[in-house]
């Protein structure tokens, strides 16, 4: 076909989003402590799913902005749950590695609080709430100002040493 009777089609580029992090927070740069395996949340930093920056606090607990684009749909104008729970799996294993203990997620309970707009930056913190043998139990949050989207624990399982 003629290059003059292709037709061009244009494609919705999303907006840049602020990702940036509270005062005190210090950028982490996760995908080089775990590599490739973040790529599924945070494997397109300019897509249209999911954008996200992860950070520490002075206490070294683990945060992240995420970004919700239209690709993460589930109720029309709201994030999917698969969506929230993937952000959720991603920030809270995350967590786990930032704070030392090499593992893979063996069960993660999500309660969702309230329907997430989509294209809105929010808030995961996380949280080792303890840790016994090789059961790690990590707690989060989704949330924005006042309004929490999402709760999750996490038990994490580590991984033996080769």
Request: net charge negative; aromatic share 8%; charged share 20%.
């Amino acid at each position: 076909m003629p290059e003059s009777a292709v037709e061009k089609v244009s494609v919705d580029v999303c907006p840049p989003v602020d990702l940036g992090g509270d005062a005190g927070w210090i950028h982490f740069d996760a995908p080089s402590l775990v590599g490739e395996s973040l790529r599924f949340v945070s494997g397109e930093p300019e897509g249209s799913r999911f954008r996200a920056r992860y950070y520490r606090d002075s206490e070294q607990h683990l945060h992240a902005r995420i970004w919700f684009g239209p690709e993460t749909e589930g109720p029309p104008g709201h994030a999917h749950g698969g969506a929230v729970a993937a952000v959720m799996d991603e920030a809270l294993g995350l967590a786990a590695w930032a704070a030392g203990y090499p593992i893979v997620v063996g069960n993660l309970n999500v309660s969702f609080r309230n329907m997430l707009p989509l294209q809105k930056v929010v808030t995961v913190e996380s949280r080792v709430i303890s840790a016994q043998g090789r059961k790690v139990m990590v707690h989060g949050r989704i949330f924005c100002g006042d309004t929490t989207y999402a709760e999750g624990e996490c038990l994490c399982i580590t991984i033996p040493a080769k």
